[in-house]
């Protein structure tokens, strides 16, 4: 995982900034967000358009662009103008995961963007229902056995890494559910906390207030180590050894987009995220802020998509 200091970058990144003076941006800038609004991403996307809104004179719009697994969203800015004034924030599931689920993906995760900058980094959530009988993954295993077929947990869309959650947690306890994909984690809550579906894997952001109130139980995340701010959830991989599905964050641009703009962008980014108002927002949703040079994203998305690519071959994951 990629760990910058934002300062340190934020310096680096001052000098190509100014080369751009006062010509950029001079209307407003598009944030692409390839899912429904209300869900962890969408949120995240909200918090930096609205502190960057105010660093760079110029509004930067959220634009939800649901669809595919986030696949309409992405293929939407490969195919914008590379002007700077169209970005995305996405998330493992568009750069790493989808291009070993989509046989004719509509976009390269590596050529067709300008990597911006790696932004946070969280685990899943894995809730269920207070009608499950399970109060802790262990029990959970036990009962999706004795009823083999019969549980249901949903995700933010086939593909997604909260699929993929689910199915890594089928592959290595060995035990049979049923997915249901919505379009987006917003759109999938109402029916979790309805009982409709029996538990799901979902961002702290999405759910914390459902689970502070009792209207859902958490029983894990799903990185290697329990998460600092979330330290009485332990991590599924302490009752399946080696589960490790975190999500993380990467804002890019068209491929295309001029160097200068690139770094006025990564700039702003890391100015947001160095924040301390911002940094105790995020942290509160278990979210760990990052920073990273462009070249550094780039980089990482190389590394995850050879990582992805064997999860996904190994769960025998589909989209349907």
């Keep these: 995982m990629v760990r910058v200091v934002a300062p340190l970058l934020m310096l680096c990144a001052a000098a190509a900034c100014a080369q751009t003076g006062t010509a950029y941006p001079v209307k407003p800038v598009r944030f692409v967000v390839p899912y429904t609004p209300g869900g962890g991403t969408d949120l995240m996307a909200r918090a930096l358009a609205a502190r960057m809104t105010e660093n760079m004179g110029q509004s930067v719009i959220v634009d939800n662009r649901a669809g595919a697994g986030g696949n309409l969203g992405m293929e939407f800015v490969a195919k914008s103008p590379p002007d700077g004034y169209t970005i995305a924030l996405a998330l493992t599931a568009q750069y790493a995961v989808n291009p070993a689920l989509y ?56 593909g997604s890494g909260a699929h993929l959650s689910g199915e ?30 029996h538990l799901s894997f979902v961002t702290w952001s999405s759910v914390g207030p459902q689970v502070r109130g009792g209207r859902l139980r958490a029983l894990g995340v799903t990185t290697i180590k329990r998460s600092p701010a979330l330290p ?88 349907d």
């Design 103 to 158: 046989p004719k993906l509509p976009y390269d995760p590596v050529k067709d963007y300008a990597p911006v900058m790696l932004v946070a980094r969280n685990p899943y959530v894995l809730v269920v229902h207070p009608t499950v009988p399970a109060k802790s993954v262990k029990e959970l295993l036990a009962l999706a056995k004795a009823r083999a077929g019969q549980l249901t947990f949903s995700s933010s869309g086939n």
């Design 232 to 319: 009485e959830l332990p991590a599924i991989a302490e009752t399946l050894p080696g589960y490790d599905l975190p999500v993380w964050y990467g804002i890019v641009a068209p491929a295309g987009t001029p160097r200068e703009i690139v770094m006025r962008l990564n700039a702003e980014l890391l100015r947001v995220i160095a924040l301390p108002d911002f940094k105790q927002r995020i942290e509160g949703d278990a979210v760990e802020p990052i920073g990273s040079t462009p070249e550094q994203l780039g980089d990482y998305i190389k590394v995850e998509l050879v990582k992805w690519a064997k999860i996904v071959r190994d769960s025998g994951a589909r989209v």
């Design 168 to 197: 890594m947690m089928k592959t290595m306890g060995g035990v049979n559910m049923l997915h249901i994909p919505y379009k987006g984690a917003g759109a999938l809550l109402p029916d979790l906390i309805a009982g409709q579906v």
